[in-house]
């Protein structure tokens, strides 16, 4: 089984949770003459059991994640570590882009041009392109046991 199967199978067990918890509360309330065929007690145990599996799952990709090492990238130890570096990008990136500039007047000015912005933006997207694919080609080729 690859990382990347885990990943799915992790996406898969949310949306199943989901989906239980919008039925539990759908059926939450039944009329007296037609009562309902879902049973709060019955579906709450059936989420708690797949909270406990994706909770079991998501310890195995973080150890996982942690023990993946990456080859040929001398700065960045793990998975683990690639993943939290994209999501610092991302925070980044969208920081830059919530910067307003206004117009330039006696007492105030942009530290920087919309242009160096922009180039500094772009830059942070690039990485976050490159990591982003050398993370979905170590989850596609590492196995796991």
């Known amino acids: 089984m690859k990382l990347?199967?885990?990943?799915?199978?992790?996406?898969r067990l949310i949306r199943e949770i989901e989906s239980l918890e919008e039925l539990r509360s759908v059926e939450f309330i039944e009329s007296k003459e037609n009562p309902s065929e879902v049973r709060f007690k019955d579906i709450t145990e059936h989420i708690n059991q797949k909270r406990k599996e994706l909770r079991n799952l998501k310890i195995k990709l973080m150890k996982y994640n942690l023990s993946t090492k990456i080859p040929n990238h001398p700065e960045i130890s793990s998975l683990?570590?690639?993943?939290?570096?994209?999501?610092?990008?991302?925070?980044?990136?969208?920081?830059?882009?919530?910067?307003?500039?206004?117009?330039?007047?006696?007492?105030?000015?942009p530290q920087l041009s919309p242009r160096e912005l922009r180039k500094k933006i772009s830059e942070l997207v690039r990485e976050k392109v490159r990591l982003d694919v050398l993370r979905k080609t170590i989850n596609w080729t590492t196995e796991v046991g």
């Open 80 to 109: 683990m570590e690639t993943n939290l570096l994209i999501t610092d990008i991302i925070s980044e990136i969208k920081q830059l882009r919530s910067l307003e500039f206004y117009r330039s007047s006696g007492e105030s000015r």
């Open 4 to 11: 990347g199967e885990l990943l799915e199978e992790r996406a």
